[in-house]
């Protein structure tokens, strides 16, 4: 990864980068949400 000088960050290529890395795992937590939430709490009873 080099920018345009090699004193440069290349923030663009650096951007996309975390959003193609971020966004599956958003939607996959957004997906499986009521299944980890169950989880959670299920091994919280206390009894």
Do not use: C, D, H
Not at 17 to 40: D, E, N
């Amino acid at each position: 990864m080099s920018g345009a000088t090699e004193y440069e960050l290349p923030w663009g290529n650096i951007m996309a980068a975390s959003v193609l890395v971020t966004v599956p795992i958003v939607v996959l937590v957004l997906v499986f949400q009521r299944k980890i939430v169950a989880g959670l709490t299920a091994g919280a009873v206390k009894g």
